[in-house]
């Protein structure tokens, strides 16, 4: 009994951290494809790291001017604590000068730090969650159907991701950190990865952030960000499935919006910026302070 007590309360932490708990078997080799792709499903894209299900290079979209991003010099990930060794070595071969953690310390704290190759430096830069992490751990352990549905159902939990997306933009800490995460992007000079937890949420925003600041189409940045859902779809269910045997939900279908990125999501964060700085341009420079020159770094480091 003991030992079915400690499973389930990881479930439910794993839960309260959006982590997977049940990762894909994934191969050690890495492969980033010389050829430039624009889909964000383009072969190549999604990296094979044991311990990892959603993890991508952001190269080969296409920007206005016909450009492309570089293969090889950003990634985007979950959390990096439960690599696998197999994993750590598969990291090391992207031959990363930086990792970039925007998760919060409690998150830190729960899940682990990261495992990381020799030589690769941590650098934290902690987005709030809005107290998610402590919110969902709190709904799922409570066991109440129908504290669960009024906290989750109707389409609470859509709004409460909403929210959480228009506080990326509105709480000061999480421009700055988030600025600073572009500025270690734009002068870094081996290749770098950034992510959070499930690599969904506050990697998502950043990685849109990113890509549509050195000239690629919005739309096309909406697609990498969709394809988490691709990608975390086994893993997310699985958990269900676990909260459900284990007696925790008896609608673990509630925690879908949470588990999801979505479009309207990512507009929350996107109108947010425009509301409050009255265009991209502006939230770029004067809500993430990023300069003329970090900008132009950002470019010449990223596309070719």
Known sequence: MRSVSRAVGASVLALALAVTVAPVAAHAAI???????????????VLSVPGLVN?????????????????GTVYRTETLSKLTPDGVNAL???GLGKVVDLRTAPEISADGTD??????AAVARSVDDTSLFAFIGGVVRSKDPVYQQAQLGNGAAEERMRTLYKGFVTNPANRAALGAAIKDVANSTKPIAFHCSAGKDRTGVLADTILRAVGVPASTSEQDYLLSNSLRAASDKALR?????AGYM???DLLIPLQEV??????????QAVADYGSFGAFLTDGLGLSASDLLKLRSRTVS
């Open 115 to 120: 495992k990381l190759p020799a030589g690769v």
């Open 55 to 71: 993890a991508r290079d952001l190269g080969g979209y296409t920007t206005y001017d016909g450009k492309t991003t570089k293969w």
């Open 31 to 45: 492969t980033t494809p010389a050829q430039t792709v624009s889909g964000a499903g383009a072969p190549g894209r």
């Open 92 to 94: 090391g071969a992207l």
């Open 241 to 245: 499935d676990q909260v459900k045997a």
């Open 250 to 252: 008896q609608n673990p």
């Open 262 to 271: 979505r479009g309207d999501y990512l507009a929350a964060f996107r109108d």
